[in-house]
């Protein structure tokens, strides 16, 4: 019996590009010339591959609503089923997409929302037409695909997609490794067949164990153990952390102890939340403790080998770590910081660059790191909807003069994430036998087996889904239902339900994982890295909650097994004969085979330690720990004069350095205590953060190292240059050590007494001067500044890297502040009186306050801080769910007599499938149309929500379109288009980037006589 998708056809939608698709395409072309000079021309279009599983071929109403989805709704001679690019002799025509797997795209729901129920899978493609003088070589090829698409996650199609079949199964596993028989030499053999990265320690040490059990491990457990090995060999320097663990445990430390590494004392905040997150409801203001959340996260390796997805994974990994604090915390803001190694920029080389440094192929060049990185995690961020606020970014590749080579040819890639958690969630609850293990995220994908670049393949849709079904049970209005939860990262489900587990032990059934590739082995199941995925726990009476909350949200939620209590990890592989979500079912003939099936004591933490060569271990040293535990010695509230605490200030440390090669331990070492003095003498402990102790990089024969990110001058403190940024260039020192320097003025600027400070700004990268521009351009001002030096040259003054601080103050009258008040509070005492004459004089039906619901769909982010702003402005907020359909199914909006404003913020794979369901649903295009109508209502589309207005044709959107000829020549004959896009003379202009959109006859605005629907752009 065929399945489904070996009867099914593939659609091909090719759509030529308009607007900013046209600028893309000439940037593409740029691109390509720097490396194909030859190059004389380039088109492009995007092709919708769609997997077509109905017996006949789409009927003419089913291609309508097709080609409605892949094009402009008014432009629909922008899709068509041939492709627009027709090569010649001397033209190459290139296809490259997202590699073929078993993976369904996420616009799938669209064409649900559409009625398309034949559609099960849809993977866009995109496709070049080059031009050249003469017919191109295979060679030409080569270095165009090699521009043209991400090696890593993408793949070159040399004809259309005619099949999403790969006619794979599931791969066999390998029997027992026999050790018993073979000894050492079996583990070894395995070790190289299966990449398992296992050193001479490791294998001495898992011969030695197996043959203690007197069995032989299953090629599932010899896989788990590496994962578990390497993950834990990877935090052994990190150990140094445990230096703080005293001055953490110490009475009064604001740390709070059940997430140790990652919160910090709050405060009494006021927040919104619905009264039944499982369902539509209301919102209502509430009050409570939060405390103040901080985790970080690096993913080096995978961003320098493919950028943009090592970079939105890495975000993905970080923001996962956020919601996972505790037992459920709130993501709010994310920083992103990157270092790389010289720029080379065509055309923009700079005096400190060698052109002669030779980079390897297997990373990616500094420059498409700089760029490709910052976009992947910006357009995770976006997708998601965490702002970063802050971050940095640090270019450096020089040569010493003892010939040594120090340059971020490995990048590094930070992220960091700030959030907020309640109080009562601080703890995680130890795992008790009888609890739920559930997997909530996306379905198992093979995806990052074995770690490396693989696992680069972010999903924000569902990442945003899974953090709202955890939002949903953190405000649970009969208490959180979640006991403990982790993010799963490196190790897949292996790594992440053994530390949920640990020390319990659980029963894992594969039977019971939600796949998106129904060829998984076991080996694949337990270990894929796949993205977007947490584990959780939970009592069985709490089953029925979580269930409808993640149907709500769609987002997978499957209980995958059951605490056990003896201290065991076991993966059952029951997909032939599945038991029962209790364990209990018809008893299969032969017991289901257990590929895994370890002791945790010996998995997780117990392990003896192995020694690094060249590591030395002062940190236990007084003299190089942190001491802090001195601090907290004195009881610091006493008297209830104190307002702040050393305490409330932590520090995350993060290690990136290339500690395996000779010396660079002990560098690591120094740099460890000198960090460790100077959070001592500031009263800041280092509690937690990240390390990435590869930090080099082959280059031929030689190894380049990553510059120790921990690296400042030492000398007399006068004029001292950093081999970073502008200086480098300019005078090319590099200091080692690190000098301890806690400037005094820090105690006034973080602790004012008298509030003199107006705003501050630290000398840092580029010096002085540079510093003092960045504070004029953040206050669009100017400034003038007498530094008193005299004799000596001005270049090091200004770029001096010098520890300091530039403060602006507060200039007062007589010596005292007269008045100080935010202008907005007050205009609000300015003109209450006049207010509450007019409610006196005022209609009795506009006193109330107005309601307003507020609708998303898969993909939304942002309801919430709209939620706050319509609050703040006096609305009454009703939770109007997860679409407009949804809504009217319940109620109906016709009978809402009260205004109603559906705020719309759908990212943009969502907002056509939204369209979708209003515009191929009578009865909700009936019912819209309406409440459109009404005079009492309005709306607010935002962001992608204006794209949706402008897909309904209720206001206009980006690109001017026209149904027909006549209708935008009636327009222009009324005078209802004032608004036009000009070139350098005036004139309406259609010409790129004059007229960023294409919009025919340079319109950029029409003219309407209706006020009561409205967007806010941006997109």
């Known amino acids: 019996q065929r399945t489904p998708t070996e009867m099914s056809s593939v659609l091909h939608f090719y759509v030529r590009p308009s607007g900013h698709e046209r600028a893309a395409s000439e940037y593409t072309q740029r691109k390509l010339r720097g490396e194909l000079p030859e190059l004389q021309g380039v088109k492009t279009e995007l092709c919708y591959n769609v997997n077509w599983t109905a017996e006949s071929s789409p009927s003419a109403e089913e291609m309508k609503k097709l080609t409605w989805l892949f094009g402009c709704p008014l432009l629909l001679d922008d899709v068509a089923p041939e492709s627009w ?14 590699r073929q797997a078993e993976l369904l795209h996420a616009s799938i729901q669209q064409h649900r929302a559409a009625g398309l129920g034949a559609v099960d899978r849809v993977e866009p493609t995109r496709r070049y037409l080059l031009s050249f003088a003469h017919p191109p070589s295979a060679e030409l090829e080569a270095v165009a695909l090699a521009t ?24 066999p596993l390998g029997g027992p490794i026999d050790i018993l028989t073979e000894g050492r030499s079996a583990l070894e053999k395995a070790n190289q067949e299966l990449g398992l990265a296992l050193d001479s320690w490791d294998l001495d040490f898992y011969t030695k164990r197996f043959q203690e059990l007197q069995r032989n491990p299953s090629t599932v457990e010899a896989f788990d153990l590496a994962q578990s090995n390497s993950t834990q060999a990877s935090s052994h320097p990190n150990n140094v952390l445990k230096f703080c663990d005293n001055s953490r445990s110490q009475e009064g430390s604001e740390t709070q102890n059940g997430c140790v590494h990652s919160a910090i004392q709050g405060k009494e905040v006021r927040f919104l939340r619905p009264e039944d997150p499982s369902r539509p409801s209301c919102f209502r203001q509430r009050q409570g403790l939060r405390h103040v959340v901080f985790t970080a996260e690096t993913h080096n390796f995978p961003t320098g080998v493919a950028p943009f997805s090592g970079a939105t994974t890495g975000t993905g990994g970080r923001i996962r770590d956020v919601q996972c604090t505790g037992r459920g915390a709130h993501v709010v803001a994310g920083t992103a910081g990157y270092c790389f190694g010289n720029l080379h920029i065509p055309g923009y080389s700079m005096p400190w660059e060698d052109p002669s440094f030779q980079y390897p192929g297997n990373f990616a060049r500094p420059l498409e790191i700089a760029i490709e990185a910052s ?16 971050g940095f970014a640090r270019s450096l590749g020089l040569q010493l003069p003892d010939g040594q080579r120090r340059e971020w040819i490995k990048p590094i890639m930070f992220s960091g994430g700030i959030g907020s958690m309640e109080a009562e969630h601080v703890s995680k609850e130890p795992p008790e036998p009888g609890m739920d293990v559930v997997k909530v995220g996306g379905p198992v994908y093979r995806i990052g087996v074995g770690g490396g670049a693989a696992s680069s393949r972010g999903d924000p849709e569902m990442e945003q889904k899974m953090n709202r079904v955890i939002r949903a049970c953190v405000e649970a209005p009969g208490g959180n239902p979640i006991c403990s939860l982790h993010d799963q990262g490196a190790g897949g489900n292996g790594n992440v339900l053994k530390e949920l587990s640990d020390p319990a032990g659980a029963v894992i059934y594969t039977s019971r994982f939600q796949l998106g590739d129904p060829t998984l082995n076991a080996l694949e199941i337990w270990g894929a890295e796949y993205q977007e995925s947490n584990a959780l726990l939970l009592r069985p009476p709490d089953r029925d909650f979580l269930s409808r909350v993640s149907a709500r949200e769609r987002c997978p939620a499957c209980f995958v097994g059951t605490i056990t209590g003896d201290r065991r990890i076991v993966l059952v592989d029951d997909r032939e004969c599945p038991m029962g979500r209790d364990g209990q079912g018809d008893a299969p003939p032969t017991p289901p085979p257990t590929p895994v099936d370890l002791d945790l004591d010996w998995v997780l933490g117990k392990m003896p330690r192995k020694g690094e060569p060249g590591l030395p271990r002062p940190w236990p040293c007084p003299l190089a720990s942190c001491q802090l535990h001195l601090v907290p010695q004195v009881d610091r509230s006493v008297g209830g004069l104190v307002a702040q605490q050393q305490c409330d200030v932590k520090c995350s440390g993060n290690w990136m350095w ?80 690190l000098q301890v320097w806690v400037p005094r003025l ?32 953040a206050g669009n001002c100017g400034i003038e500044v007498a530094v008193p030096a005299s004799g000596v040259n001005a270049l090091p003054v200004l770029f001096a890297e010098e520890p300091g601080l530039v403060l602006e103050v507060r200039v007062s009258v007589n010596g005292a502040v007269v008045l100080e008040e935010p202008v907005g509070q007050l205009r609000a ?30 993909g939304s982010n942002g309801d919430r801080e709209m939620a706050d702003a319509f609050h703040l402005a006096g609305f009454e907020l009703c939770k109007g769910g997860r679409s407009w359909a949804s809504v009217m199914g319940h109620a109906g909006m016709e009978r809402r007599r009260s205004p109603l404003i559906p705020v719309l913020t759908p990212a943009s794979c969502s907002l056509l499938g939204w369209a979708a369901a209003v515009t191929f649903n009578p009865q909700a295009g009936a019912e819209l149309r309406r409440f459109r109508q009404r005079p009492d209502t309005f709306s607010l589309g935002v962001c992608n929500g204006c794209q949706l207005l402008a897909l309904l044709g209720w206001v206009g959107g980006s690109y001017m379109a026209f149904s027909s000829p006549e209708l935008q020549a009636q327009i222009e004959a009324r005078g209802l288009a004032p608004l036009h896009w000009a070139d350098d003379d005036g004139n309406p202009t259609e010409q790129y980037p004059l007229n960023p959109n294409g919009s025919p006859g340079g319109m950029a605005g029409l003219f309407i006589n209706a006020r009561n629907w409205t967007r806010e752009g941006g997109c």
């Open 85 to 98: 690019l027709l090569p010649g002799s001397t033209d190459l025509l290139l296809e490259v997409g997202p």
């Open 746 to 777: 820090l105690s006034i600027l973080f602790l004012p007494p008298d509030r003199l400070l107006c705003s501050g700004h630290d000398v840092s990268d580029g010096g002085l001067i540079t510093c003092l521009l960045e504070m004029a351009f």
């Open 658 to 737: 290339a500690a395996k090669l000779q010396g660079e331990g002990a560098a690591l070492a120094d740099a460890c205590g000198a960090v460790a003095a100077v959070m001592a003498a500031l009263g800041v402990a280092v509690d937690g953060g990240k390390d990435s102790l590869s930090m080099a990089a082959r280059v031929g024969a030689e190894t380049v190292r990553a510059p120790g990110e921990l690296w400042a001058p030492k000398g007399d403190g006068q004029n001292l240059v950093r081999a970073f940024g502008i200086t480098q260039g300019l005078l090319k020192e590099v200091g080692r050590g």
């Open 829 to 858: 005492l300015w003109e209450e009186t006049s207010f509450q004459l007019d409610r006196l004089q005022a209609e009795p039906h506009c006193g109330p306050a107005p309601r307003v619901a507020i609708f998303r769909e898969e």
């Open 375 to 390: 976009n992947g995690a910006s357009d995770y961020g976006n997708k998601f909807g965490e702002p970063v606020l802050a």
């Open 148 to 171: 043209l698409h991400d090696r890593m996650t993408e793949q070159h199609f040399p004809c259309p997609i005619q099949s999403f079949s790969l006619g794979c199964i599931p791969a």
